[in-house]
């Protein structure tokens, strides 16, 4: 193999996998992959993560950084969470119990002290933010998982 067919090879494999780390995932709303995405490469002052999950989910929705700036996210994808959206007060519950989530029986002891340790408005886990209550294909909402944070 010549250098030039080995580093073909190489840009191919890197980039597929960067194309994989960077998809949102199936149903996963806006906000989950901005989060998600910010957890794992920080902010860079631009709306990269945004524009991205616009461009391969909904490219049609021209007017997403302008509606991001009207709800206080001008800038940059972190300020959708200093400004505009919040966790819900219970974001973990979804069609599963308590339990069944964090990975215990629902009614184990470490399940409750879970419960007891985070209280009711506290996550048990960051992992848990990142199971989104979905939303449909070609949507740039938030799931259930977040409220938004309103301005006066």
Known sequence: MDKNTID???????DEETAHVF???????????????????GCNGTHRFAEGFRDRTAPRATA????????????????????????????????MPFGEV???????????DMRERFGIDEPPSAKLYLCCRLVRRGSTQ????WA?????
Request: with cysteine; glycine share 8%.
């Open 23 to 41: 998809a949102p995932r199936p149903g996963e709303c806006l906000a989950c992959y901005v989060f998600r995405q910010l957890g794992e490469f």
């Open 64 to 95: 997403l950084l302008a509606r991001l700036s009207s709800m206080g996210a001008c800038c940059c994808d972190c300020e959708m969470f200093l400004n505009a959206f919040t966790f819900a007060a219970k974001p973990w519950i979804t069609s």
């Open 148 to 152: 938004r944070i309103r301005r006066w």
């Open 102 to 112: 964090i990975g215990t029986p629902f009614g184990s002891e470490e399940a409750i």
């Open 142 to 145: 938030a799931c259930g998982n």
């Open 8 to 14: 073909n090879d190489v840009r191919t494999i890197i």
